[in-house]
């Protein structure tokens, strides 16, 4: 990267993080003056009445880094292809869509969920190259067929991410430190191998997480929403799919960064489905919801998750890149304890 290039580089983000901050002030305001508030209730776990949906600040930045790197590769050299920007383009905007009218108007839970597919569905057709999965002695092409089980993990994805959108900061968070460790994974790997790793869109969409975050929190001035929490998951997923197709950092470097987002909502929803429990309905009965309300405190959780996620999620995440063909044994290290915490505060079954 030359001088002016890391110039135009580190405006961007500036650029990008002021935007956001700004954009989630003004939000709160407009939320406060329309109404647009989440009122604490049994299943909350805040106390206070607070602006939801200010994530759409978040989403509108991250929206334009992609129309930008799209429209004007030499201003923004991100080295994702024209068809990978605009699967990422298309299938946020439609999952952000989707989920911010779920926000005004409650949808029906299958109308969200046919229309994340359709929009992880859509957004991998146009992803070129697919990546592989690495396995001892083979590599699973996700390609064809494979593509309808990839796009219901995407799906899966998305929820989750919404449903681990509980506590002050945690969902912004999570996202920050995922990309945080991507890099770090990438700029290893790129270093040993001597492969360029093209970092800078992965940097880039950490600016509006800082600027949302600002305002989120613990003690949040607003709230995420349902439209942001799965434009995060469908991008994150994506952006995994785009990555592990073109870099070191494979898929299962990707699935170990998100553990503490996966075994928390999986064991949660495993757990509530075997104890025949209205899985379905609002709870609060997910390990990190159960922690918040045991230290009373929100900020401790958030930060526990972003500790756990640089210093042991990451490294082991190096390992998987390193040696990919282990990558599923590293994926188990990775979760054992993780699944090991879920079950000590019985996530699940308790609300």
């Known amino acids: 990267m030359t001088t002016i290039s890391a110039l135009y580089y580190l405006l961007g983000f500036a650029g990008a993080a002021f935007s956001a901050y700004l954009l989630t002030q003004h939000y709160i305001h407009y939320a406060l003056h329309k109404g647009v508030v989440d009122t604490p209730n049994d299943r909350s776990s805040h106390t206070t009445p607070t602006p939801r949906g200010g994530g759409v600040s978040i989403v509108i930045v991250s929206l334009a880094l992609f129309a930008v790197a ?16 605009i699967a990422l383009l298309l299938g946020g ?24 597919f359709i929009a992880s569905l859509a957004a991998l057709s146009l992803i070129e190259p697919l990546p592989t999965l690495p396995l001892p002695g083979a590599d699973m092409t996700l390609d064809g067929i494979w593509l309808i089980p990839v796009a219901l993990g995407l ?3 998305i929820n989750l991410y919404n449903f681990m959108d509980g506590i002050d900061g945690i969902a912004a968070t999570e996202a920050l430190t995922v ?8 700029i290893f ?32 001035k607003v709230f995420m929403g349902d439209g942001c929490s799965g434009f995060l998951g469908i991008t994150l997923g994506l952006l995994a799919v785009i990555y592990a197709a073109n870099t ?23 757990t509530r489905i075997v104890t025949k429990q209205k899985w379905h309905q609002p709870h609060r009965s997910h390990c990190y919801q159960i922690l918040s309300r045991k230290l009373q405190s929100h900020r401790q959780v ?16 190096v390992f998987a890149s390193r040696h990919p063909e ?14 090991l915490l879920c079950h000590r505060h019985q996530a699940g079954l308790h609300n």
């Open 93 to 116: 905007f439609i999952v952000a869509a989707i989920g911010f009218l779920d926000d005004l108007n409650p949808l029906s839970s299958k109308i969200r969920f046919s229309v994340h």
């Open 189 to 220: 790997s790129a270093s040993a191998s001597e492969i360029e790793f093209p970092w800078e869109i992965l940097a880039l969409l950490t600016a509006p997480l800082l600027g949302f975050l600002l305002l989120n929190w613990s003690p949040a």
């Open 248 to 270: 070191p950092v494979n898929l299962w470097c990707w699935i170990i960064l998100l553990g503490v987002f996966i075994t928390d909502a999986c064991w949660t929803l495993a």
């Open 179 to 186: 990309l945080a460790g991507a890099i770090t994974i990438g």
């Open 155 to 157: 799906t899966w994805l």
């Open 326 to 339: 282990y990558g599923a044994l590293f994926t188990l290290l990775a979760f054992t304890p993780l699944m």
């Open 302 to 317: 958030t930060s526990g998750a972003a500790a756990i996620n640089l210093m042991w999620l990451t490294p082991l995440a």
């Open 70 to 85: 799209l429209m004007a590769p030499n201003l923004l050299a991100t080295q994702l292809t024209p068809p990978n920007l």
